[in-house]
């Protein structure tokens, strides 16, 4: 009776096939098993920042919500605090801002500065002026974990996905893989509940 190929080849060389097996390293860095405190912020700007536009922020705390009932990590309020940092961006194929500017008293016409698309109205006559702004990027959501520099600053990229909807809660996919590869990779237990890291 004749053995097939692959059954004489694993009688040959069963040692070196089961080390292997055994030598085989998790697909994400060890880093976040051993991190601790993490902050969020979004590819243009923090949670705070008057420039960000609503759709990142409100990725900002959706992640957050998702860190939280997590329980892995604590979340800080400083980038500084951190271990990692969480960078978020809804993908949009255009977005526009709209605002209101209205001039100072005297003045009889608003300078508002040039927007990026539309134009303002109203500052012609004195009266309210409406200023329309957009943008266009990419149509993916983005979700990216880095490490942080010692000054605070966010340093090299452990971790980059994009994914149509990925962000959208309650399924929020692109969280969703990163929470399943670091626990399958690095099963703990959860952080301490209502710790924060302090300034």
């Given at each position: 009776?004749?053995?097939p190929?692959?059954?004489?080849?694993?009688?040959?060389?069963?040692?070196?096939?089961v080390?292997?097996?055994k030598?085989?390293?998790?697909s994400?860095?060890?880093?976040?098993?051993?991190?601790?405190?993490v902050?969020?912020?979004?590819?243009?700007?923090?949670?705070?920042?008057?420039?960000l536009?609503?759709?990142?922020?409100?990725?900002?705390?959706?992640?957050?919500?998702?860190l939280?009932?997590?329980?892995?990590?604590?979340?800080?309020?400083?980038?500084?605090?951190?271990?990692?940092?969480?960078?978020?961006?809804?993908?949009?194929?255009?977005?526009?801002?709209?605002?209101?500017?209205?001039?100072?008293i005297?003045?009889?016409?608003?300078?508002?500065g040039?927007?990026?698309?539309?134009?303002?109205?109203?500052a012609?006559?004195?009266?309210?002026?409406?200023?329309?702004?957009?943008?266009?990027?990419?149509a993916?959501d983005?979700?990216e974990?880095?490490?942080v520099?010692?000054?605070?600053?966010?340093?090299?990229?452990?971790?980059?996905r994009t994914m149509?909807?990925?962000?959208s809660p309650?399924g929020m996919?692109?969280?969703?893989?990163?929470?399943?590869?670091?626990?399958?990779?690095?099963?703990?237990?959860p952080?301490?509940?209502?710790?924060?890291?302090?300034?």
């Amino acid at each position: 009776m004749r053995f097939p190929k692959a059954v004489a080849l694993l009688l040959v060389f069963p040692a070196p096939l089961v080390l292997h097996a055994k030598d085989k390293k998790p697909s994400v860095p060890a880093v976040f098993a051993q991190a601790q405190y993490v902050y969020v912020e979004a590819v243009d700007g923090q949670e705070f920042d008057p420039n960000l536009l609503p759709a990142d922020r409100i990725a900002i705390a959706d992640v957050r919500d998702a860190l939280d009932k997590w329980k892995r990590y604590t979340l800080t309020m400083e980038r500084s605090q951190a271990d990692l940092v969480f960078v978020v961006r809804r993908g949009r194929v255009a977005e526009a801002d709209v605002g209101v500017r209205t001039p100072s008293i005297g003045q009889g016409q608003v300078s508002i500065g040039q927007p990026k698309t539309g134009s303002p109205t109203g500052a012609s006559m004195g009266g309210p002026a409406v200023e329309m702004r957009g943008e266009a990027g990419p149509a993916d959501d983005f979700f990216e974990v880095c490490l942080v520099n010692t000054d605070g600053k966010k340093s090299t990229s452990l971790w980059e996905r994009t994914m149509p909807d990925g962000l959208s809660p309650p399924g929020m996919l692109l969280f969703e893989q990163f929470k399943d590869a670091v626990d399958k990779a690095y099963p703990s237990k959860p952080a301490p509940q209502g710790q924060q890291k302090k300034p």
